[in-house]
T-cell receptor, first 113, second 113 residues
Framework: AQSVTQPDIHITVSEGASLELRCNYSYGATPYLFWYVQSPGQGLQLLLKYFSGDTLVQGIKGFEAEFKRSQSSFNLRKPSVHWSDAAEYFCAVGARGNTPLVFGKGTRLSVIA | DSGVTQTPKHLITATGQRVTLRCSPRSGDLSVYWYQQSLDQGLQFLIQYYNGEERAKGNILERFSAQQFPDLHSELNLSSLELGDSALYFC????????????FGPGTRLTVT
C-alpha cells in the first residue's frame, strides 16, 4: 500500500520569501501525486497533480512541484509567498486499482510580514 | 467552488443523538468519499462509495454508516454521538475512483455537546 510523509508540521516564512514544502511517498510503481491546500474553515482545493511526463508541474496560485523518482519526493514550491498563502497543505498519493488517495498529515504554513 | 455541496454547514447536537450529513457530488462524478478532520487526528478517510456500492473502508466507527443513492448523492449517518465525534466532516467526489483527483465540499462542522 502507498503512504505519504510530510516531515514538516508547521513552517513559517516571511512574505515575499520562497517556499518549499516537502512530501515523500512510498509506492512501488509510478504514483499519481497531488497537492491540496486548505484555508481555515474551508474544504481542500486541488493545487496541482502529477500523473506522468514532465516531472515539473505547474499549478494554480503560482505553485509548482517537482517529482523526483530517485528521492521518492514531490516537493511543492513557490518563489514568492503572499500572506494569503497561509493555510494547511496536504500531499496525496494515488495507486493502481481502486485504492483511494492517501493523504499526508499536512503542513501548516504561516506567513509573517 | 468545487461543485460538491454539503448540508448542513453547521450542526450542534447532544451526546447520544443521531445525525445525518448529506453530500451531492460534482455532476458526472460516480465516486463519493467521506473524511473526518479533527485537530488531534488530522484528515481521516472514512469510506468510499462508487456508483451506489461501497468500494473502500477506512477508519470508520461501527456507529457510523453511509450510503449512496441512485441519484449519486450520499449520506453519512452518525449515531450514539460522543464528544469526540466533534469534527469537520468532508465529502469529496471523483469521476471514478482510485487514482482520480478528488474534489472536496466545504464540509459540515459537527459539534457534540
Amino acid at each position: 500500500a502507498q503512504s505519504v510523509t510530510q516531515p514538516d508540521i508547521h513552517i513559517t516564512v516571511s512574505e515575499g520569501a520562497s517556499l518549499e514544502l516537502r512530501c515523500n511517498y512510498s509506492y512501488g510503481a509510478t504514483p499519481y501525486l497531488f497537492w491540496y491546500v486548505q484555508s481555515p474553515g474551508q474544504g481542500l482545493q486541488l493545487l496541482l497533480k502529477y500523473f506522468s511526463g514532465d516531472t515539473l508541474v505547474q499549478g494554480i496560485k503560482g505553485f509548482e512541484a517537482e517529482f523526483k523518482r530517485s528521492q521518492s519526493s514531490f516537493n511543492l514550491r513557490k518563489p514568492s509567498v503572499h500572506w494569503s498563502d497561509a493555510a494547511e497543505y496536504f500531499c496525496a498519493v494515488g495507486a493502481r486499482g481502486n485504492t483511494p488517495l492517501v493523504f499526508g498529515k499536512g503542513t501548516r504554513l504561516s506567513v509573517i510580514a | 467552488d468545487s461543485g460538491v455541496t454539503q448540508t448542513p454547514k453547521h450542526l450542534i447536537t447532544a451526546t447520544g443523538q443521531r445525525v445525518t450529513l448529506r453530500c451531492s457530488p460534482r455532476s458526472g462524478d460516480l465516486s463519493v468519499y467521506w473524511y473526518q478532520q479533527s485537530l488531534d487526528q488530522g484528515l481521516q478517510f472514512l469510506i468510499q462509495y462508487y456508483n451506489g456500492e461501497e468500494r473502500a473502508k477506512g477508519n470508520i466507527l461501527e456507529r457510523f454508516s453511509a450510503q449512496q443513492f441512485p441519484d449519486l448523492h450520499s449520506e453519512l449517518n452518525l449515531s450514539s454521538l460522543e464528544l469526540g465525534d466533534s469534527a469537520l466532516y468532508f465529502c469529496a467526489s471523483s469521476v471514478n475512483g482510485g487514482r482520480d483527483e478528488q474534489y472536496f465540499g466545504p464540509g459540515t462542522r459537527l459539534t457534540v455537546t
